[in-house]
């Protein structure tokens, strides 16, 4: 006998007519506006600052208010999360986004209300999605930016140590892939940490820019729609509740009208993928062998090198932290062309601008904590031909060229190799 089987019964939809349309318009495989929580909650709390100025300025009543900053604190701590299933890149310039939030707001507050809230009326009042979308923006790179600054600095910290750890352990430098003058390990990896920190400094630069937002602009930048005091009562009330130094945007047109700053935040997040990519291909190079490459040091095996030679082992962690820079940097390139097509008073491409910039800000938090722990941190120079390589300096005759001179000491140098062909110096050129 079949046991008799019950359905549940589906959740409720609070989304409503706007937000179903989109689904069909813009059924991409792409992320959602859901897939990213962090930008569901900015968008809630843009909601929720506005709900309070409009109560301030007389737009909305007690009630609503109460209602609404009630549905937008819900949504913030990530009550309803499957509520919103519009796709995150879409046409429109982002109004399929503010309103599906609007929808949802507007529904869950009428539920506790006990009466009508209107999505447009009541919850988007004194807004538009020409200011509401690129502060939510704003506020969620803010958020975004914070793991990857993270993991940057964890790199840097254990490149330094590499540097402090062997210090003294000299190995032979290269240029143009020929035997150069002998470094220590410490200070390749003390370069390396500068490198990485300077990447990250000016992402961190970049990123604080979105401190400054549009809210109150309305339709493009003239704020028509919204009463007088309501702008400033606004990003006040935004600050408070983000725990965010955030002032108004100094020129609304600009504001709305031009995105460089996220071309910025790009080019700096690019920036930082192939400083990262450079190193991890530099100690690729110096790990590869152990008995046909460069063998200065050793990585650390993470896994199985081949499914048919036996004992290979692959830089698998370098060659993955350079893959991921060619992904940033591949959405650094989309964000500087949506950049640029922005057109007249508005740029509608915000909306592929803040998908590229999650994965750029996702793939260096990736990057940089991977390489870290699975990589740098268990790096040693015992290399097979560490010692052996270093037979290849040129140190000697760097000296010698500095007293006899530089012609004299390159004839001097042919001589000796004349004489040992089979020593290495011989086979330098």
Same mark, same amino acid.
């Given at each position: 006998?079949?046991?008799?089987?019950?359905?549940?019964?589906p959740?409720?939809?609070?989304?409503?007519?706007?937000?179903t349309?989109?689904?069909?318009?813009?059924?991409?495989?792409?992320r959602t506006?859901?897939?990213?929580?962090?930008?569901?909650?900015?968008?809630a709390?843009?909601?929720l600052a506005a709900?309070?100025?409009?109560?301030?300025?007389?737009?909305?009543d007690e009630?609503?208010t109460?209602?609404?900053?009630?549905a937008?604190?819900?949504?913030?701590a990530?009550?309803?999360a499957?509520q919103?299933?519009?796709?995150l890149?879409?046409?429109?310039?982002g109004?399929?986004?503010?309103?599906? @939030?609007n !929808?949802?707001? #507007?529904?869950?507050?009428?539920? /506790?209300?006990? =009466? +009508?809230i209107?999505p447009?009326?009541?919850? %988007?009042?004194?807004?538009?999605?020409?200011?509401t979308y690129?502060?939510?923006?704003?506020?969620?790179?803010?958020?975004l930016?914070?793991?990857?600054?993270a993991a940057?600095e964890?790199?840097?910290?254990?490149l330094?140590?590499k540097?402090?750890e062997f210090?003294?352990t000299?190995?032979?430098g290269?240029?143009?892939?020929r035997?150069a003058?002998t470094?220590?390990?410490?200070?390749?990896?003390?370069a390396?940490a500068?490198?990485?920190?300077r990447t990250?400094?000016?992402?961190?630069?970049a990123?604080?820019?979105m401190h400054?937002v549009?809210?109150?602009?309305?339709?493009?930048?003239?704020?028509l729609?919204?009463p007088?005091?309501?702008?400033?009562?606004? @990003?006040? !009330?935004?600050a #408070?509740?983000?725990?965010?130094? /955030?002032?108004p =945007? +100094?020129?609304?047109f600009?504001?709305l009208? %031009?995105l460089d700053?996220y071309?910025?935040?790009?080019?700096?997040?690019a920036?930082a993928?192939l400083?990262?990519?450079?190193?991890?291909?530099?100690?690729?190079?110096?790990s590869s062998?152990p008995?046909?490459?460069?063998?200065?040091?050793?990585?650390?095996?993470?896994?199985?090198?081949s499914s048919?030679?036996?004992?290979?082992?692959?830089?698998?962690?370098?060659?993955?932290?350079?893959?991921?820079?060619?992904?940033?940097?591949g959405?650094?390139?989309?964000?500087?062309?949506?950049?640029?097509?922005?057109?007249?008073?508005l740029?509608?491409?915000e909306p592929?601008?803040?998908?590229?910039i999650?994965?750029?800000?996702a793939?260096?938090?990736?990057a940089?904590?991977?390489?870290?722990?699975r990589?740098?941190?268990g790096?040693?120079?015992?290399? +097979?031909?560490?010692?052996?390589n270093?037979r290849?300096?040129?140190?000697?005759w760097?000296?010698?060229?500095?007293?006899?001179g530089?012609e004299?000491?390159?004839?001097?140098y042919h001589?000796?190799?004349?004489?040992?062909p089979?020593?290495r110096?011989?086979?330098?050129d």
């Amino acid at each position: 006998m079949v046991a008799a089987q019950t359905t549940a019964e589906p959740p409720t939809s609070l989304y409503g007519q706007q937000t179903t349309l989109s689904l069909g318009n813009f059924p991409g495989p792409g992320r959602t506006f859901g897939d990213v929580p962090t930008f569901v909650r900015n968008y809630a709390l843009v909601k929720l600052a506005a709900a309070r100025a409009n109560c301030q300025v007389g737009v909305l009543d007690e009630t609503k208010t109460d209602a609404i900053v009630a549905a937008c604190e819900e949504i913030a701590a990530g009550a309803h999360a499957g509520q919103f299933p519009s796709a995150l890149v879409l046409g429109g310039g982002g109004t399929t986004t503010n309103m599906n @939030v609007n !929808e949802v707001v #507007a529904a869950r507050a009428a539920q /506790l209300l006990g =009466a +009508p809230i209107h999505p447009n009326d009541h919850v %988007n009042a004194s807004q538009s999605t020409n200011d509401t979308y690129p502060t939510a923006m704003a506020l969620t790179v803010l958020d975004l930016a914070r793991e990857p600054l993270a993991a940057l600095e964890e790199l840097a910290t254990a490149l330094e140590a590499k540097g402090a750890e062997f210090d003294q352990t000299p190995h032979l430098g290269r240029t143009c892939l020929r035997d150069a003058v002998t470094l220590t390990a410490g200070q390749s990896h003390r370069a390396q940490a500068a490198a990485v920190r300077r990447t990250a400094a000016a992402l961190e630069d970049a990123v604080a820019q979105m401190h400054t937002v549009p809210l109150g602009a309305t339709a493009v930048g003239t704020g028509l729609g919204a009463p007088e005091g309501y702008r400033a009562i606004a @990003v006040r !009330e935004l600050a #408070a509740v983000t725990g965010r130094d /955030l002032e108004p =945007a +100094p020129d609304l047109f600009d504001a709305l009208a %031009n995105l460089d700053p996220y071309a910025a935040i790009a080019d700096a997040g690019a920036r930082a993928g192939l400083t990262m990519a450079k190193i991890a291909a530099d100690i690729r190079l110096l790990s590869s062998g152990p008995a046909g490459g460069f063998g200065d040091l050793t990585i650390p095996a993470v896994q199985a090198g081949s499914s048919i030679m036996p004992a290979k082992i692959n830089p698998a962690i370098p060659e993955y932290v350079m893959q991921l820079s060619y992904r940033i940097r591949g959405a650094a390139h989309t964000v500087e062309c949506a950049v640029a097509a922005g057109e007249l008073e508005l740029n509608i491409m915000e909306p592929v601008i803040v998908d590229a910039i999650i994965t750029i800000l996702a793939d260096l938090t990736a990057a940089a904590t991977s390489f870290a722990r699975r990589c740098v941190a268990g790096l040693t120079w015992d290399g +097979p031909r560490r010692e052996e390589n270093l037979r290849g300096t040129l140190d000697t005759w760097v000296t010698l060229a500095a007293t006899s001179g530089y012609e004299a000491t390159t004839v001097q140098y042919h001589d000796q190799a004349q004489t040992a062909p089979l020593s290495r110096h011989a086979r330098h050129d």
